[in-house]
């Protein structure tokens, strides 16, 4: 293991800048972090999404290192194919990196993301997790929780906003029996940086779920990002957690939750919700954590 | 060496000699033999490539993207719906400028499903920015996955191919086929060598990038014009060839006995041999009749079709595929290339073969007649079909 990351011991070096994302942006955040930890010999996939909207705008390219944008089903098998190429070719000490949206990893990238893991091609797949498709201006996806208000899960008379849950893509890799997968989260930046570096040492695949908030697409001040990155994992509706050796870890086991109303009441994509509603949030989210604390927590 | 093998089996032997890098495979009818061969190819060590078992044709292209990003040679094969499932990668391919070479069994598209051989697939994919080849036997095949490198990773094509074979009347047939010596294929054939639009360690780069609405056409035109000046290359490359291996495909076109002939058919793919035939019969009759074999769809050879069709009286147009609400797309193509002389030939449209329907010698005769009878001055109907049993 190399020294522990965080904000004294990580680079300087900037490999991922001058990218046009909104200011205060979660996902260009964990693509900054995740790029220092894996260094200038990183090869980057990226679908159609933000980052690869905002980072390859001819002439300005805002990776240093290589780095190509897939069609939007396909991180997963692009991703292979750099990592197989470059294993025939004989260039070795090269990581290989998909970074793909919610949408683009639980909807429409789901089969190609499959089809890797199932080979155990050498690639690290980052779903980073803004909760819908913010890129073309904040559609449910797959990944919208329940009670959501997006433009196409409008909240009114008769719906709450979205009305499906969360897709449980951590466990739906973890099902693979993926080498090495995580939850992480921008608001702990030093484990999400210690788990980029432990799927860097992981040969096979790896998958790495991070949690990015978004300003514009959950409509809350751009100095937020951060806290409300935390308070989401404090308040339990995200957890910090691990799959190794076909066993899960949780990383975090608050012992009391924090606020899930103050939580949802800064953002205006849940200001709409009632008492009821946030009822049927918490209870799935007590009836997740009652799993995990009994099978994920040793 | 000779063997007797199937199309498919002489696509794989094609790409055996090719060495590719890196082979995504997915299975799919009438194609999958070829991908079955390389997986017994890479077992026994007679191949040395890297076989990824994709899980769509989608992932199939894709993962030949990325390995091509890189500067490894890549290959996938694919046909019919499996070619439409992974059609907006094609495009995504050739604007990278990625030479990826692709087999594709041609076979009909649903619905009625149909598993037989016509082009409504890859008419399809006409305008994805791929170089086009059809190929009339085993073969051809064979050679034409050789040539498909060499001219698609030329740094002045850098652009994907694809070799496309009639479905069950090529892929499954068999015929004694040579099978190139290795030397001589590595002699033909170099390694792969990108260099400005692959990653490396040493010069990265960004590919697939976005150009807005004040870049975008000009990449465009760029990638037009090493399209239509491929077709150099492609002749070149095919004389270079037959100079090597002692087979020449005339590059672009084939004419068989066009010189005087006041009646010309285009024929593409499988069909051509059969035509060549009946032509000779026809000639052996005092009919002045030719064949005109169009090997290329795209870059589209409009040159050298006038260049044949100039002195003749009638033109048949055979398609295996129908653009619903109007005619066969090689027609199309082939009447607006004639405007391009002063006087050109009346055209007649045969559309037939669809879902595998039987083109008869017998059809192909009947076809000369009516060009014969066009030539003499008759109306005729201006597209007809060829053995169907329901009106127009």
Same mark, same amino acid.
């Given at each position: 293991m190399?020294k ?8 300087n070096?900037?490999?991922?800048y001058g990218?046009?994302?909104?200011g ?7 693509i900054?972090?995740a *790029? =220092?930890v894996?260094?200038?010999r990183?090869? %980057? ?9 905002? $980072?390859f705008? @001819? ?5 240093t290192?290589?780095?190509?944008i897939t069609?939007?089903?396909?991180t997963?098998?692009v991703?292979?194919g750099?990592s ?7 260039i070795e000490?090269t ?5 793909a ?7 429409i ?5 499959s089809?890797?893991i199932d ?9 980073n997790?803004n909760e819908?498709y913010?890129?073309t201006g904040?559609?449910?996806s797959?990944?919208t ?11 009114g008379?008769?719906l709450?906003?979205?009305?499906? *849950? =969360? ?6 890799v %973890?099902a693979?029996?993926i080498t090495?997968?995580?939850?992480? $989260?921008v608001? @702990?930046?030093e484990?999400?940086?210690?788990k980029v570096q432990?799927?860097?040492?992981t ?9 990015a908030?978004c300003?514009?697409g959950w409509?809350y001040?751009t ?6 990155a935390?308070q989401?994992v404090?308040?339990g509706l995200?957890y ?15 012992k009391e939750?924090?606020?899930v109303?103050?939580y ?7 200001k709409?919700?009632?008492e009821?509603n ?18 994920w927590?040793? | ?5 199937c199309g ?5 032997e094609?790409?055996?000699l090719?060495?590719?890098?890196v082979?995504s ?13 390389l997986?017994?190819m890479?077992?026994d ?6 076989y990824v078992?994709v899980e769509?044709e989608?992932?199939?292209?894709a ?5 091509s ?22 495009p995504?391919?050739?604007?990278a400028r ?7 069994a041609n076979?009909?598209i649903a619905?009625?499903?149909n598993?037989y051989?016509?082009q409504?697939?890859?008419m ?6 791929w170089?086009?080849?059809?190929v009339?036997?085993a073969q ?12 698609a ?10 070799v496309?074979l ?10 004694l086929?040579e099978?190139?010596d ?11 060598n990108m260099?400005e639009?692959?990653?490396s360690?040493?010069?990265?780069k960004s590919l697939c990038i976005?150009?807005g609405?004040?870049f ?5 035109i760029k990638q037009n014009k090493d399209?239509?000046n ?8 095919d004389?270079?060839?037959g ?5 020449y495909?005339n ?17 593409t793919?499988?069909?051509t ?12 009759e005092?009919k002045?009749?030719g064949?005109?074999?169009l090997?290329?769809?795209r870059?589209f050879?409009t ?7 100039k ?12 653009s619903f609400g109007?005619?066969g797309?090689?027609?199309t193509?082939?009447n ?7 006087n050109s ?11 595998g ?6 059809n192909i005769?009947e076809?000369f007649?009516v ?8 109306k005729?109907?201006r597209?007809?079909?060829m053995?169907?049993?329901?009106d127009?």
């Open positions: 190399t522990k990351l965080n904000a004294k011991t990580i680079t070096t900037e490999l991922f990218h046009k994302a909104c205060g942006c979660g996902e260009s955040l964990a900054r972090l *790029m =220092k894996l260094g200038n990183t090869f %980057a996939a990226l679908p159609a999404g933000c980052m690869s909207a905002v $980072s705008i @001819y002439p300005n390219m805002a990776f290192t290589n780095a190509i069609p939007f089903a396909a997963g098998a991703a292979s750099i197989i190429g470059l294993k025939a070719l004989g000490e990581n290989v990196v998909g970074f949206g919610d949408g683009g990893t639980a909807d990238g789901l089969q190609a993301l089809g890797a080979r155990d091609d050498n690639i690290i797949y980052f779903c997790d819908a913010m890129n904040i559609q449910k797959g990944l929780p329940y009670g959501t208000k997006t433009t196409t899960s409008p909240a008379e008769n709450p906003g979205s009305i499906t *849950m =969360k897709k449980n893509m951590f466990e739906i %973890a693979h029996d090495y997968a995580a939850t992480a $989260s608001g @702990y930046l484990d999400f940086m210690r432990k799927a860097k040492e040969k096979g695949t790896s998958y790495i779920h991070v949690f908030p300003p514009t409509g001040a100095d937020m990002t951060i806290d409300l935390k989401a404090d308040s995200w910090l957690a691990e799959y190794e050796n076909g066993e899960f870890t949780l990383n975090r086991n608050p939750f924090a606020s109303e103050k949802l009441m800064a953002q205006s994509r849940f709409h919700l009632t009821d946030i009822k049927v949030i918490k209870d799935h989210r007590d009836k997740k954590w009652q799993k995990m604390r009994k099978n927590v040793r | 060496m000779n063997k007797f093998i498919d089996d002489a696509v794989a094609g790409v055996r090719s060495r590719p890098h082979i495979a997915y299975p799919i009818t009438p194609q999958t033999i070829t991908v079955e061969r997986s017994e890479v077992e060590g007679s191949l040395k490539s890297e078992h769509s989608h992932s199939a292209l993962c030949a993207m990325g390995v990003s890189v500067g490894a040679r890549a290959f996938t094969a694919t046909s019919s719906q499996g070619l439409l499932y992974m059609a907006e990668n094609l995504y391919a050739s604007g990625l030479p990826i070479v692709m087999m594709n076979r009909s619905t009625p499903w598993i051989g016509d409504m697939d890859s399809f994919l006409l305008n994805s920015g170089i086009q080849v059809y009339e036997d051809e095949a064979l050679d034409m996955v050789i040539q498909a490198y060499r001219i990773e030329d740094k002045n094509v850098m652009t994907p191919m694809m496309n009639d479905g069950f009347v090529l892929t499954h047939t068999y015929e086929v099978i190139p290795q030397k001589m294929v590595d002699e033909f054939l170099p390694p792969i260099v639009q692959k990653m360690v040493e010069n990265p976005s150009a609405n004040d975008n056409f000009e990449f465009n399209m239509i491929s077709e150099q290359i492609i002749e070149m490359v004389k270079e060839f100079d090597k291996f002692g087979r495909y590059g672009m076109i084939e004419n068989y006995k066009c010189d005087d002939a006041e009646v010309i058919l285009i024929t793919g499988t069909i041999g059969t035509s060549r035939i009946v032509c000779d019969e026809m000639r052996s005092g002045k009749v064949i005109l074999k090997r290329y769809l870059p050879p040159e050298k079709i006038n260049n044949t069709l002195n003749a009286k009638a033109v048949g147009i055979i398609d295996k595929n129908m109007y005619e797309t090689i027609f193509n082939v607006s290339s004639l405007l391009k002389l002063e030939p009346k055209t007649i449209n045969f559309i037939g073969g669809i879902g329907k039987d083109i008869t010698k017998a005769k076809a007649e060009l014969l009878k066009v030539s003499n001055g008759d005729q109907e597209i007809q079909y053995n169907v049993r329901c127009k």
